[in-house]
């Protein structure tokens, strides 16, 4: 191309660069700023909203038809909200999170609510979880235990090697199973960024957010990429919804951007239809076996 600026075209790969530096993050040190950056306002009222209906009917549906209460999975939870309350609804669930200060905040969040819930709770990298996770011990073999729902939200996007825990809910999930994946949106990213007249930034193919404090994902991955990782292991997606697809998108808050409750019924409505649900910020796909 010899025109003098190269337009910039969003890389689906980026997530699966090789880069000898990379690890799976966690929020340990600041616990305290994600809390309120993620959850303090509006942003994590939308997120929840649009969780909590996709996630709750779906497991309402699948605890009616086994006819007993489900054996859950949140895997990085994080201060585990939702999580928290499929435990209020009778479930049994299994909590787990790098970050002993976000699983702190989260028991301490469980605890308000009942301090009887049915909730066990690991403090460790996912990859640790097959020791904890290990049922019963006979002379001959070793039971895992399975999960009839699996729960992976924003975790994808900071992973050293994010298509690898597709062979970890393969192992820990019910052939008859549900994956529920939440996970950022690069193109949400540009999006925004163009609608601020971000050019440099977008221009920009060495920018780096700063992870020691940035929410921020430095290789987050595609939509694409995700449903190729779901088709190569045999799943299929019952459910797709975009988590704020217009709130982070209107510098100029007008009319009913100045009522929350208005705001939230919109990012529902519009969550789940084409093509709104894809400039989601945030993407969440709901897939079974």
């Known amino acids: 191309m010899t025109t003098e600026h190269q337009d910039r075209q969003p890389d689906l790969n980026r997530s699966i660069l090789p880069e000898v530096d990379r690890e799976d993050r966690s929020f340990d040190a600041i616990a305290d700023h994600f809390e309120k950056k993620v959850y303090g306002g509006l942003k994590g009222e939308i997120r929840l909203a649009v969780l909590r209906r996709d996630i709750f009917e779906y497991s309402a549906q699948m605890s009616e038809a086994l006819g007993r209460p489900l054996r859950i999975l949140d895997v990085g939870a994080g201060l585990a909200q939702i999580a928290i309350e499929l435990a209020t609804q009778g479930h049994s669930v299994v ?3 790098i970050s002993a ?5 989260a028991k301490a969040s469980a605890e308000k609510i009942d301090k009887k819930l049915d909730i066990t709770w690991y403090v460790c990298p996912y990859q640790a979880l097959e020791e904890k996770l290990a049922q019963t011990e006979t002379e001959t073999e070793t039971e895992t235990e399975k999960f009839d729902l699996i729960m992976s939200h924003a975790l ?4 050293a090697e994010p298509a690898a825990v597709m062979d970890f809910f393969d192992q820990y999930l019910t052939d008859d199973g549900a994956l529920s994946l939440c996970f950022y949106n690069p193109a949400g990213f540009d999006y925004r960024n163009l609608i601020m007249g971000n050019f440099n930034l977008l221009d920009n193919t060495d920018y780096k957010a700063d992870n020691k404090k940035s929410l921020t994902p430095n290789h987050p991955v595609a939509k694409e990429e995700v449903e190729s990782w779901l088709k190569a292991h045999d799943y299929q997606t019952v459910r797709s919804s975009g988590l704020r697809v217009f709130h982070d998108y209107a510098p100029l808050k007008r009319g009913g951007h100045n009522d929350p409750d208005a705001v ?3 990012e529902l409505r519009y969550s789940q239809l084409e093509p709104y649900k ?3 910020r945030y993407l969440h796909i709901l897939a079974k076996r």
């Open 156 to 159: 994808l996007e900071w992973l």
């Open 101 to 105: 200060n976000m699983l702190e905040k």
């Open 278 to 280: 894809w400039l989601g």
């Open 264 to 266: 939230i019924r919109m």
């Open 95 to 97: 909590i787990n999170d």
